[in-house]
């Protein structure tokens, strides 16, 4: 059959792939069935429903993300609509270079070393406080998300933003993430869809302003250095300069250690021996925090790229600007890589995955969001050692690009049910 690319280029598909054209949007919410079918048909296919070639396999989503020759980093419409530009996910060259290196620095490893037990614990304790009087809690909302972006806002110097906006100016960014439906023109079908996106840019905006008076000698005014900083041809850094990239790291600061807990915490319960082991034994929390990354890779459907020029990549035909996306949630299933890669396993042999990506876009969380995770659940487990599902509300996990659970209701003490 031949099916319509993204830039209206036809491409050959095996007759076998048929089914890829029934594929909708709401059926990728839910991908696994649908990548698995791929990685062994088409490991790089046209998906219409995705507007997008998707990479599956570990192979071809490890060549594609370590390829500068052939691919480059792409905005697509939403990313243009919501950040703007220049914003590190899609630059490329000296601009992403140094929103690399000035975004990078504050959560180093090197840089958060310092604030694990001065900021991060305290954080955490300070949560689980409130957790205490309750016989239940959702976890996502009352300690997943306000840990992690309390967190990665800190390391920003973001200390008088309360937790609560912080997690509302996520939540407002990701409708606009979410908001990818368009008419056949391509403009977008819900342009109010961006509403919420667009006031809290704004507030953000008023933010980074106000921090840029701070004295930038001072430790923890890292946006006043930003301003004070100078591009590689004497250009001073601005506002809107630093606003794209500052929304993408806001954005991801919840979405990846917030999906991380919920992905790992629910992992472990499909594992009770593994899940008790690793209550009794905190030790093996960087293992399980590891595997809940790969069984579930908070950014499932991962990066775009886009391709620099005609070429054949792995038998596919692709054309000068034709989209790539690398589903590493794909690639940390492939059974060529793991055995039994469907099962949570903290016993499995040691591997690295893909859901930080890799190359010269891996994700800038890489150090940062495994040490919130392993500080939440440490606190999580010391406060509450027979923590339960509660069964009467099964947790879902769900999304694309995005994957974990919305919710994670939870009995604190399941001794007491």
Not at 121 to 130: D, E, G, N, S, Y
Not at 227 to 256: C, H, K
Not at 259 to 286: K, M, S, V, Y
Request: net charge negative; hydrophobic share 40%; with cysteine.
């Amino acid at each position: 059959m031949i099916g319509t690319t993204a830039n209206g280029a036809q491409a050959l598909q095996d007759p076998d792939l048929s089914w890829v054209e029934q594929v909708t949007p709401e059926q990728l919410m839910h991908p696994q069935e649908i990548v698995a079918r791929l990685r062994e048909q088409a490991p790089l296919a046209w998906v219409p429903a995705a507007a997008a070639y998707l990479a599956t396999s570990w192979a071809v989503c490890h060549e594609i993300a370590n390829d500068p020759e052939n691919f480059e980093s792409l905005a697509i419409p939403w990313h243009e609509r919501v950040y703007r530009h220049p914003a590190i996910i899609n630059s490329e060259g000296e601009v992403h270079a140094h929103l690399r290196r000035a975004l990078g620095t504050p959560v180093s490893a090197r840089a958060i070393r310092s604030q694990i037990e001065s900021r991060m614990r305290p954080t955490a304790k300070a949560l689980i406080q409130k957790l205490r009087d309750q016989e239940r809690a959702e976890l996502m909302a009352d300690y997943f998300e306000p840990i992690s972006v309390r967190c990665v806002a800190d390391s920003y110097g973001f200390f008088d933003v309360p937790t609560d906006t912080l997690r509302r100016w996520f939540h407002s960014i990701k409708t606009g993430a979410i908001n990818t439906a368009t008419n056949e023109d391509g403009s977008f079908a819900n342009p109010a869809g961006f509403d919420a996106a667009d006031q809290t840019r704004e507030e953000i905006r008023s933010y980074l302003e106000l921090r840029s008076k701070d004295d930038p000698d001072e430790p923890d005014s890292v946006v006043a250095r930003w301003l004070n900083a100078e591009t590689a041809d004497g250009v001073r850094w601005s506002i809107d300069y630093i606003l794209p990239s500052m929304l993408v790291v806001l954005f991801g600061g919840l979405q990846e250690p917030g999906h991380a807990l919920g992905n790992t915490f629910l992992g472990l319960t499909t594992a009770p021996e593994q899940l008790q082991r690793t209550i009794a034994d905190r030790t093996l929390l960087p293992r399980a925090i590891a595997e809940g990354l790969r069984w579930t890779a908070p950014l499932y459907g991962g990066p775009t790229r886009s391709a620099k020029r005609d070429l054949v990549y792995h038998g596919v035909p692709l054309k000068k600007g034709d989209v790539v996306r690398l589903v590493y949630g794909s690639a940390n299933h492939d059974s060529t890589e793991f055995e039994h890669p469907d099962r949570y396993d903290i016993d499995r042999a040691s591997h690295a995955h893909l859901a930080f990506g890799e190359g010269r876009h891996s994700c800038l969380g890489s150090a940062i969001s495994p040490q919130i995770a392993r500080v939440a659940l440490e606190e999580l487990f010391s406060a509450f050692p027979h923590i339960a599902l509660d069964p009467h509300k099964p947790a879902v996990s769900t999304g694309w690009p995005f994957h974990g659970p919305a919710q994670l209701h939870v009995i604190l003490d399941e001794t007491n049910r």
